[in-house]
């Protein structure tokens, strides 16, 4: 089946420094892909929508020089935090739609990565 | 305004019950609606998806039901295991498919 695949699965970096994470739709073209971040307990917070070949769209509160988004092939994306801090330490997710994989009949397909610990020291 | 309500939110039972859990939403137009299983620091696991014209749709000890006229779903979970523990995600999408929303998400503990 389709398999989303993200890098690092973990990662620790200083204070000040960017990280950047990939997302990778390892066997289908994903013409979208989303980029989530999760705090311990909570839910999934959609911080983008990612579109191959055009910028990314932000949700509202979500710093787009901040976290940058690079959709630059339909089985890549890329997020990097820039000039990180401690409170951007979380749980980053990604997701990646496909059209009609399978020949589902439900619309947009939609598979998750298996998420990146970003912590900042 | 567009949302994804989910209860309870957290529940614990004992291993070998069952339980029901709850999604009530309002978005417009509807597209489908997914439920995710998610342990604890992975991704998102696809339990079921539904579009509008279905009411019903099972994965093994996982059933979940759509009733598109009152905007509301529930997820059954039959002869629950340990395993069962994890957060349970209700997803949908609307606006044929190119918005999506979250619910907040049930958090089961299945006690021995």
């Known amino acids: 089946g389709a398999v989303v695949s993200q890098h690092p699965s973990r990662v620790i970096c200083k204070s000040g420094t960017s990280v950047k994470i990939e997302c990778r739709s390892l066997?289908?073209?994903?013409?979208?892909m989303f980029w989530y971040r999760q705090f311990p307990k909570q839910s999934l917070m959609l911080m983008a929508t990612?579109?191959?070949?055009?910028?990314?769209?932000?949700e509202q509160g979500v710093e787009k020089d901040k976290f940058l988004i690079n959709h630059a092939s339909l089985t890549l994306s890329t997020l990097t935090v820039t000039s990180a801090h401690p409170e951007d330490s979380s749980f980053y997710i990604c997701?990646?739609?496909?059209?009609?994989?399978?020949?589902?009949?439900?619309?947009?397909?939609?598979?998750f990565g298996e998420g990146s610990w970003l912590t900042v020291v | 305004k567009n949302q994804v309500e989910q209860s309870p939110q957290s529940l614990i039972i004992l291993e070998g019950k069952n339980c029901t859990l709850q999604?009530?939403?309002?978005?417009?137009?509807?597209?489908?609606l997914r439920w995710y299983k998610q342990d604890t620091g992975r991704g998102p696991v696809s339990l079921t998806i539904?579009?509008?014209?279905?009411n019903t749709k099972s994965n093994g000890r996982y059933t979940a039901t759509l009733d598109a006229d009152t905007k509301q779903s529930s997820l059954h979970i039959t002869a629950s295991q340990l395993s069962d523990s994890a957060s349970y995600i209700c997803?949908?999408?609307?606006?044929?498919?190119?918005?999506?929303?979250f619910g907040s998400g049930t958090r089961l503990s299945i006690r021995p």
């Open positions: 997701s990646a739609s496909s059209s009609g994989y399978g020949g589902e009949r439900t619309g947009n397909t939609i598979y």
């Open positions: 066997d289908f073209q994903a013409t979208t």
């Open positions: 990612s579109n191959e070949g055009s910028k990314a769209t932000y």
């Open positions: 999604c009530n939403y309002t978005v417009s137009p509807f597209s489908n």
């Open positions: 539904m579009t509008f014209s279905e």
């Open positions: 997803v949908v999408q609307y606006s044929s498919a190119s918005k999506i929303i």
